[in-house]
């Protein structure tokens, strides 16, 4: 077979960069390909590029026809209410904000809320959205599951014709239906065939439905995996973890791989009958002590002296961190592996109230309740939780364990919904904003009305304190989106623009009054969005 030879008139390769670098650096220092130099160089590189233009936007020439694809498969599910289906429009047409947005709601952050809502109700999406839907999960990972899921199939098979769309055919939704399926046979396909994420998203899917199956086809191929893919599998068996695991994840202490080791520990120190937890309590148990020989109960501490082999197997890490002595590090670790039962044992019957009330003798107390704070996260235990978050109106609002801001939004999200709600507005009522960001991210949406009031009523003190705006902006935007909408009649009575005190920052009533009818606006927006839907 012969090969058709190209036009006469055909550029070389790489012409366009040839031009492109001929503009950028000038015609007296760079000659355009096919132009002689001189003054006429100039307009020849204008024609040369008119022409390659045109050449360009001419596309492929023609080919032979290839086979239809096959049609579209059905989407079963309801179509959107014609209302939601312009708002979904409109939702995607819009473009980054610039600064000095005014009041307008920020709708690229109402998108996540609306696709939820949309998913909730097990709407379709319209076929003609599906595009702007694709390109719009390209450009932001963490709306992916949310449009793939509300896509449906045909967002699949519509990224089979562009490349740009390719993560969609990544995404978990054919594993999901593989794990649903029961097929071991064709499971066991994908899981020694498919693409790391496949494999990833089979084994998720397939642990929340199976675990022991999902653990069995974990240690099918446990030992040809790399260590970094080893890492990214057991991490999944914290999904449905159970005493059923323990064998397993005994095994992998011996993993030649510290990370792997390190979180195998981590799995089997989080479940309390496990033989891991046993060693680790005895360990910890032998480091802490109540001395009754004061003139009031108090802990005593003897932290290890060496980190020996049997600790290293069961996940402490020998080396510490910069900054930090060896023996406090072996001893936080210990601790936080221990079942949190072992201590009203060891300390006198107490409860987890009382014990972090006990003094802590030689500066050791900050170890060992924030050790405590990480047990109680890893171990989901709201008792102790409670205990070292200590009442939201104490001063500068640390409970006996809560060193941080970071560690006290760890620790309410081992609460339920109403209580981490109740505790951060009685944070915010005594203490204000300044500090409530982190915890306002781990509080149900949207915000309980106790929550909701309180954060209201601080973001009106703080303007009427006059204090500097700008700093509230991250809680204005969590407010835009978490606010209960049924607050909005609440807010009217802040969008004037207020007096400004002599000392406050100059234009902080005019940026006030305009976050308010922000906020506002988009409250009514979102109870529009939401009666569109139903």
């Not at 032979?64 to 289906?85: Q, S, V």
């Not at 003798?361 to 704070?373: K, M, T």
């Not at 006030?512 to 009818?517: I, K, P, R």
């Not at 506002?520 to 139903?534: G, I, P, Q, S």
Request: charged share 25%; aromatic share 6%; hydrophobic share 45%.
């Amino acid at each position: 077979m012969t090969r058709t030879p190209p036009p006469a008139d055909a550029p070389a390769p790489g012409a366009w960069e040839e031009l492109v670098t001929a503009a950028l650096l000038g015609t007296e220092r760079r000659t355009p390909p096919g132009c002689a130099p001189g003054g006429e160089a100039p307009a020849a590189l204008l024609d040369a590029a008119a022409v390659e233009t045109l050449r360009r936007r001419a596309g492929l020439r023609p080919a032979p026809a290839t086979d239809r694809p096959e049609p579209a498969p059905a989407d079963p599910r309801p179509a959107l209410p014609a209302a939601a289906a312009r708002r979904l429009a409109l939702l995607l047409a819009d473009r980054p904000a610039t600064a000095g947005r005014g009041a307008a709601p920020d709708l690229r952050e109402l998108l996540p809320q609306w696709l939820a809502a949309a998913n909730a109700r097990g709407f379709a999406a319209p076929p003609q959205a599906l595009p702007a839907l694709l390109d719009a999960a390209r450009g932001r990972t963490d709306l992916r599951p949310a449009v793939l899921r509300f896509a449906g199939p045909r967002a699949r098979w519509l990224a089979r014709l562009n490349p740009d769309w390719r993560f969609a055919l990544r995404a978990a939704d054919g594993a999901s239906a593989l794990a649903r399926s029961g097929d071991p046979a064709r499971r066991r396909e994908l899981w020694q065939e498919g693409l790391f994420a496949e494999r990833v998203a089979l084994l998720s899917s397939l642990r929340s439905r199976d675990p022991a199956a999902a653990r069995d086809l974990l240690a099918s191929t446990w030992a040809t995996e790399r260590a970094e893919d080893r890492l990214m599998f057991l991490d999944s068996l914290r999904t449905g973890l159970g005493p059923d695991d323990e064998p397993f994840l005994e095994q992998a202490l011996t993993d030649r791989s510290r990370n792997v080791r390190t979180t195998a520990a981590e799995l089997l120190s989080a479940l309390p009958e496990s033989a891991l937890a046993a060693r680790m309590a005895a360990r910890a148990a032998s480091c802490v002590a109540l001395d009754r020989t004061r003139d009031a109960p108090a802990i005593t501490v003897e932290a290890p002296h060496e980190c020996d082999a049997g600790m290293e197997r069961d996940g402490v890490l020998p080396t510490p961190p910069a900054g930090r002595g060896e023996r406090s590090w072996w001893f936080g670790q210990l601790v936080e592996a221990a079942p949190l039962r072992t201590w009203p044992a060891r300390l006198g019957g107490r409860t987890p109230r009382e014990i972090v009330a006990l003094p802590v003798a030689d500066d050791w107390q900050d170890d060992l309740h924030a050790a405590w704070c990480r047990a109680a996260v890893r171990q989901r235990d709201a008792a102790w939780a409670r205990a070292l978050l200590g009442a939201p109106t104490a001063p500068e609002a640390g409970g006996p364990g809560a060193v941080s801001l970071a560690e006290r939004a760890k620790l309410l999200g081992t609460l339920t919904a109403g209580e981490r709600a109740e505790w951060v507005a009685g944070f915010i009522a005594t203490h204000g904003l300044s500090e409530a960001f982190q915890l306002l991210g781990v509080c149900a949406v949207p915000w309980a009305a106790p929550l909701g009031r309180a954060v209201v009523d601080a973001l009106e003190i703080a303007r009427d304190a006059g204090s500097y705006p700008w700093s509230f902006s991250g809680v204005m935007g969590l407010a835009e989106r978490c606010l209960d909408p049924a607050e909005a009649s609440r807010l009217d009575g802040l969008l004037a623009r207020p007096d400004e005190p002599e000392d406050a920052s100059p234009g902080a009533g005019g940026y006030w009054a305009e976050s308010f009818q922000r906020l506002v606006t988009t409250l009514r927006l979102r109870a529009e969005m939401a009666a569109e839907l139903t």
